[in-house]
């Protein structure tokens, strides 16, 4: 996984900020034009071919941030117009991804390379187990035939130098569902039909060229324009900051918004539902039910496995639990669901009471514009104090253990968790599949309820977070913590 410490991230980063600012300032037609600029001056080291050409490239990343796709990108259009489209527009648009072809590296085709650690060795491990015959020693080392070989990494796998190595096209490498392959000109492209929207691709492309479609300029929109624009955050985003419970709720209210929920309630109602879901399911005679909090699951299940669509649990997420308490609690709000992934951007399109979903680069990046540090800030306490599992949803495992403590016989789950839709993940839901569909016999110790998270070690892991998983992990259950002692001290 790449690390969210890259040049591709900072600079995703630097463009929202710079966004963020200028519109805060009332300058975002007159000033975007010069950001390319200003990031690419004169004498700096370019990272293409010249200085010109990164600005160029930097120009269509602007535009993905200000909510467009590079696709309909036109070099004799300014940056200024495409501004003024923004601020204009209504409501998002359809894709939230974009690819940027300028920025694409159109990788090579993935294959396996012997490297100078080939010994040549007697034993040959890598010409002994390759079925296809693809391997002989040429000049004191293995070589590879690339007409022979079919990529099954079995040559790589017993190598005792560890010699041979895989070089990956990272997107396609990432995706678990086959959704990215290259045209005829040797760029990658998404197709939509496939797509579950798990944001892997967009993480895992070293060249920033899967980008995602930015919410930010609206939401800032509405703020800006005086309007009522409530913040939802989802139990990953606590995880972000080293913050006690308050803080993000002070600091999103000091960023403009006018009430701030904490997602975990809803999670609660989830929990709560899924609960009494897996007990009806059960005493019908149902052999499973997985849970449906995690959208890019539901979406792999209707798009991959559809005889597994039976068992999804027919309870909605949290964030659509606590936008319909927000909705009802005053209905001309405009709702903001702020999360760690790019699913939830696509369910939010769908949802009758999300307005807008904003990731937390996004808000990240508007803390900056605003300098708001979120740990100086005042706390202040929402009206609703959400439970230790709610706020534990945002970690593998978290939304099982909240559904078994609700049960009146906790004793009948048999929960398991499928962590992360890797190539893997997909794998162990096809066999669920099978299961349900009567292809595989049920047995009795077959587990009855499944926990699919599309981020291994859960929402703290999304493709948009801007901490590191295990920090995150930590700061959540410190976080989780204070809240249990906020309920316990009233």
């Excluded at 590879?144 to 070089?167: R, T």
């Excluded at 900056?368 to 949803?393: C, H, L, M, Q, W």
């Excluded at 801007?466 to 410190?478: G, S, Y």
Aim: glycine residues 6%; hydrophobic residues 40%; contains cysteine.
């Amino acid at each position: 996984m790449l690390n969210i410490n890259n040049n591709a991230a900072q600079l995703k980063r630097e463009i929202l900020v710079r966004i963020a600012k200028l519109q805060l300032e009332g300058k975002l037609e007159e000033g975007v034009h010069f950001i390319p600029r200003e990031m690419a001056p004169v004498g700096s080291q370019p990272v293409r071919c010249c200085i010109y050409h990164d600005r160029e490239i930097l120009r269509m990343r602007v535009m993905a941030r200000l909510g467009h796709s590079v696709e309909e990108y036109d070099d004799e259009k300014k940056l200024s117009e495409f501004a003024k489209e923004a601020l204009e527009r209504e409501k998002p648009t359809w894709p939230m991804l974009t690819v940027l072809d300028e920025a694409c590296n159109a990788c090579v085709k993935s294959h396996y390379m012997v490297t100078n650690a080939c010994q040549a060795c007697l034993a040959r491990p890598c010409m002994m187990n390759c079925n296809k015959k693809a391997i002989s020693i040429t000049n004191g080392r293995a070589f590879i035939d690339s007409e022979k070989c079919v990529n099954c990494g079995l040559c790589m796998q017993n190598c005792p130098y560890h010699a041979i190595i895989k070089i990956p096209v990272p997107c396609e490498e990432a995706c678990p569902v086959g959704a990215i392959s290259k045209d005829e000109d040797g760029k990658e492209r998404i197709d939509y039909h496939k797509c579950i929207f798990c944001g892997n691709c967009m993480r895992e492309c070293p060249f920033g060229a899967m980008m995602d479609k930015s919410q930010l300029v609206d939401v800032l929109k509405h703020i800006m324009n005086g309007k009522k624009v409530v913040a939802m955050y989802a139990p990953a985003i606590a995880a972000q900051f080293r913050a006690a419970p308050g803080q993000l709720e002070g600091a999103l209210k000091n960023a403009g918004f006018s009430k701030v929920w904490e997602v975990a309630i809803g999670a609660d109602i989830t929990a709560d539902k899924e609960a009494l879901e897996f007990e009806e399911r059960m005493e019908r005679g149902d052999i499973m039910m997985t849970t449906s909090c995690c959208p890019a699951y539901v979406r792999a299940v209707r798009k991959h496995v559809p005889e597994l669509s039976p068992c999804i649990s027919d309870t909605r997420s949290p964030m659509h639990y606590t936008a319909e308490i927000a909705k009802k609690a005053d209905p001309d709000c405009i709702t903001v669901f702020i999360g760690p992934c790019l699913a939830k951007r696509r369910e939010g399109m769908d949802d009758e009471f999300v307005d807008y979903v904003l990731s937390i680069e996004e808000v990240g990046a508007l803390f900056v514009a605003k300098e708001i540090d979120v740990a100086k800030t005042t706390a202040e306490k929402g009206s609703i104090i959400p439970t230790a599992s709610g706020r534990n949803f945002a970690i593998s495992g978290g939304v099982a253990e909240s559904v078994r403590i609700r049960l009146k016989n906790p004793e009948k789950l048999r929960a398991a968790v499928i962590n992360g839709l890797s190539k893997a993940g997909m794998k162990q839901l096809a066999q669920y599949g099978k299961i349900q569909s009567g292809q595989v016999p049920f047995a009795e110790d077959c587990p009855n309820l499944v926990e699919v998270m599309a981020c291994e070690g859960g929402c703290i892991s999304g493709p948009s977070v801007i901490t590191n998983p295990k920090v995150a992990a930590i700061q959540l259950k410190k976080y989780t913590e204070a809240g249990a002692e906020d309920i316990i001290n009233g």
